[in-house]
């Protein structure tokens, strides 16, 4: 498995922006196709985005198409969620997630797709 673990969540005003990282260790990174999923309090976790192993293709949650982006640096190992326009409802513990890319089927976006979790990074957007 890989290691996972995320940075850059921190409290925010409504329409601000935050780039989270999501740092991965222990195999080839570019054999995996990345997701990041969040869960608010008392809520189940929920599809945030996804992009597969090359960084060529890219899927999106409704609630956050047009404002947030997702990217991967296979040198860096490392995939980012650049989210913008910020609103409170985007407010939730954001984890980034991990699965061995196998051929078709992409976008994954249940949880259950993904082999390895990091820990979670809180992002609080105040209104």
């Known amino acids: 498995q890989v290691q996972l673990v995320e940075s850059g969540g921190g409290l925010v005003q409504a329409g601000g922006s935050l780039r989270l990282s999501c740092a991965a260790s222990?195999?080839?990174?570019?054999?995996?196709?990345m997701g990041w999923f969040r869960q608010a309090p008392g809520k189940e976790r929920e599809f945030v985005a996804t992009?597969?192993?090359?960084?060529?293709?890219?899927y999106y949650g409704d609630p956050v198409k047009g404002r947030f982006t997702i990217s991967r640096d296979n040198i860096k190992n490392t995939v980012y969620l650049q989210m913008n326009s910020l609103k409170p409802e985007d407010t939730a513990v954001y984890y980034c997630?991990?699965?061995?890319?196998?051929?078709?089927?992409?976008?994954?976006?249940?949880?259950?797709?993904?082999?390895?979790w990091g820990l979670g990074t809180q992002v609080t957007v105040s209104s």
């Open positions: 222990g195999r080839i990174f570019s054999s995996y196709d």
């Open positions: 992009i597969n192993w090359s960084g060529g293709r890219t």
């Open positions: 997630a991990a699965r061995v890319t196998k051929w078709g089927g992409f976008p994954f976006t249940v949880t259950g797709e993904y082999d390895s």
